[in-house]
C-alpha cells in the first residue's frame, strides 16, 4: 500500500511568491493533518481534516496560510505571500481512526529566500 | 493542555545494547493515547508503537518496548538489541481522548545514537 504522498519533497522559493504544498492521503484514512516542523517550535499542528471538512485551524499561524481538502484523496497547503520565517519541513498525516496512529508523509522541506 | 517531556536531548547506545528512552506527560483527562515516532536524518517520521491509557498491557512491537507506567505518568520506550540503523531522534507524542480533539502533541526529542 502506498503511505502518504506529498509533494514537492523540496522547494525553494523567493519572499513573496506563493507556495503550494500537496498531500494525498492513506486510501480509507477520514483525518488529515498538517504539521510544520522547525529547530525552534519542534513539531506544530497547523490544522486539520475530517472527511474532508476542516475542524481546528488554530494552528494556523496567519492569514497568509490556507488549506484545503476537496476531496478525499487531496489536501494541500498555500503561503500567499511566503516570508523567510515560514521556511521549515511540512508534513501531511493521516489517520483512520481518530484515537490511534497517524501515519506521516516524507515531507516537503521549504526553503524562502 | 497537554504536554510532553523527554529530558534526554541526545543519548550513546553500544550496537547491541538496550536503550531507554524516557518520557513524562501531564494531562488531566483519563482517555489518552501514548504514541512514539522515529525520525532518521533522512527525515520521515515513522510510527513505533502506541499504547492506550486503559490498556493493561505495555505494548510491544518487535524490538520496540513501552514501559507504561501510568501512576508516575510515564511512557518510556525500551530499544532492545539496538542496530546501527536506529540511530535516530525518537519523538513521544501524546492524544487525549475528547471529542473533536485529535491533536498530537509531541515531546522535544531525544537523538539516539548506536555506536559499533
Known amino acids: 500500500d502506498a503511505g502518504v504522498i506529498q509533494s514537492p519533497r523540496h522547494e525553494v522559493t523567493e519572499m513573496g511568491q506563493e507556495v503550494t504544498l500537496r498531500c494525498k492521503p492513506i486510501s480509507g484514512h477520514d483525518y488529515l493533518f498538517w504539521y510544520r516542523q522547525t529547530m525552534m517550535r519542534g513539531l506544530e499542528l497547523l490544522i486539520y481534516f475530517n472527511n474532508n471538512v476542516p475542524i481546528d485551524d488554530s494552528g494556523m499561524p496567519e492569514d497568509r496560510f490556507s488549506a484545503k481538502m476537496p476531496n478525499a484523496s487531496f489536501s494541500n497547503l498555500k503561503i500567499q505571500p511566503s516570508e523567510p520565517r515560514d521556511s521549515a519541513v511540512y508534513f501531511c498525516?493521516?489517520?483512520?481512526?481518530?484515537?490511534?496512529?497517524?501515519?506521516f508523509g516524507p515531507g516537503t522541506r521549504l526553503t524562502v529566500l | 493542555a497537554q504536554k510532553i517531556t523527554q529530558t534526554q536531548p541526545g543519548m550513546f547506545v553500544q550496537e547491541k545494547e538496550a536503550v531507554t528512552l524516557d518520557c513524562t506527560y501531564d494531562t488531566s483527562d483519563q482517555s489518552y493515547g501514548l504514541f512514539w515516532y522515529k525520525q532518521p536524518s533522512s527525515g520521515e517520521m515513522i510510527f513505533l508503537i502506541y499504547?492506550?491509557?486503559?490498556?493493561?498491557q505495555n505494548a510491544t512491537e518487535g524490538r520496540y518496548s513501552l514501559n507504561f507506567q501510568k501512576a508516575r505518568k510515564s511512557a518510556n520506550l525500551v530499544i532492545s538489541a539496538s542496530q546501527l540503523g536506529d540511530s535516530a531522534m525518537y519523538f513521544c507524542?501524546?492524544?487525549?481522548?475528547?471529542?473533536?480533539?485529535?491533536?498530537?502533541?509531541f515531546g522535544a526529542g531525544t537523538t539516539v545514537t548506536v555506536r559499533a
Open positions: 498525516a493521516s489517520s483512520k481512526d481518530r484515537l490511534r496512529e497517524q501515519f
Open positions: 507524542a501524546m492524544r487525549v481522548s475528547r471529542s473533536n480533539d485529535y491533536k498530537l502533541s
Open positions: 499504547q492506550g491509557s486503559y490498556d493493561e
